[in-house]
């Protein structure tokens, strides 16, 4: 039994934030996977054929419903060859597509029918009353949600220690290791991601009140 | 048959033991959570600050700080600062508590305040004390709004069980991996640990919706059949904005 060493403190903080900028990058990839997935995944959802939409809707539940762990350790260990923080990424972000397309179906039905059937009446093309019509109108509402699902991500980020990816808990668990301090490295792990998600998440309930939700 | 599911087969009585701290790391660290829901999210409408700011900080600390630190602090750092060590099943299902107990209780604050107001002022005008205000009126109607969204954080809880594995307790995941590693069968081995998780998660969403329907029918309100087999995950999803 030991006290808490602030001299230990000191010495790993350097060593998370340099994990945390891999924390960060994955972060901000994974998001941007998870964005633009999660719009394809909601537009083929609502594809004419059943054929489509049957196939994806099941696929989609099985994700959601399956432990990102075993995901991320699944495919680190069928794609030896790929880079770890890569599968990472993509794991996350194929994880978190299958959210973040829900949110953007509830977004895409939230689009007044009238405005289907106006495009229909101007005789625009699916490409055009896609993109010029619903999506401008759809993204909107669905902003707030997503900027909640890319916090949840952050924090599932130390997952990816697992798969050796050198990002902030794997230099805590490192140094906690090494020097035998893993109270001190874990309280400021902990301590960090606080700092960085507490704020982040008051902007968004900020964001969702603009937005009148 | 294939090397892994024949050794799968073999190994039933070890794979019947992972399956068992699954589940109990699972139930147990839900009952936790549970508890924690209301104590912190009936203390979010106290008319005291004290206790509601005692409630915001332990609740925005607990979401706030990963799960995974959580969990790793109680199984590496509290034995070193305190000398009291836990065995791994309980540091999760003390982490699983704790953590989604903060989640849990702004379900059940949003659900209480969900409540119509008249319905607050009629138990007022009928003279009933706060507690069986609560009891009778308010929380009959509030519980049904609750589930569904119990349902999204149980099937969450579930998902991060196999952390226990990185904390060296024999779960679900641990074993499968065991026979991988045995047989080298990477695909099969990973696959079915899958669709293990996702048949424990359905079977849990069928149990909740079974729940919500004998809720509704206190209040009144019949469901058909045909919504108990119905996934939560989707819907939730769409709702979890503001629980994050």
Known sequence: ?213 | MSDFLSTLVDEFPQVRAGLWVTLQATVLGSLLALLLSFTLGLMAGSKLLLVRGVSRTVVEFFRGTSLYIQLFWLYYAMPQLTGYELTPVVCGVVAFGLNYGAYGSEIVRGAINSVPRAQYEAAVALNMSPFHRMRKVILPQAWVQMIPSFTNLLIQLLKCTPLLWLISAADLMTVVQQIRDRTGETLTAYLTLLAAYFVLAYALTLLMNLLERSAKRRLGLHTGTRSLLRTRSAEAATTAGGAR
């Not at chain 1, 350097?14 to 891999?22: A, I, K, M, S, Y």
């Not at chain 1, 998001?31 to 609502?46: E, M, Q």
């Open chain 1, 1 to 213: 039994m030991n006290a808490f060493d602030w001299d230990a403190v000191g010495e790993a903080l350097p060593l998370l934030l340099e994990g945390f900028r891999v924390t960060l990058l994955a972060t901000v990839l994974g998001t941007l996977v998870a964005a633009v997935l999660g719009l394809a995944i909601a537009v083929a959802g609502r594809a004419p054929s059943r054929l489509v939409t049957v196939p994806v809707k099941a696929v989609m539940e099985f994700i959601r419903s399956t432990p990102l762990l075993v995901q991320l350790v699944g495919a680190a260990a069928l794609f030896t060859s790929v880079e770890p923080l890569t599968i990472g990424i993509v794991v996350l972000g194929v994880h978190y597509a299958t959210y973040t397309s829900e949110v953007y179906r509830a977004g895409i039905d939230g689009v007044p029918k009238g405005q289907w059937e106006a495009c229909r009446a101007l005789s625009l093309s699916p490409r055009r009353t896609w993109q010029a019509v619903i999506l401008p109108q759809a993204v909107r509402n669905v902003l707030p949600a997503l900027g909640n699902y890319a916090i949840s991500m952050f924090k599932e980020t130390p997952f990816l220690a697992v798969i050796t990816v050198q990002e902030m808990v794997f230099e805590a668990r490192k140094y906690g290791a090494d020097h035998f301090a893993y109270t001190e490295a874990f309280t400021l792990a902990g301590l960090v991601f606080l700092v960085a998600s507490y704020p982040t998440s008051l902007l968004m309930r900020k964001l969702e009140k603009r937005l009148g939700h």
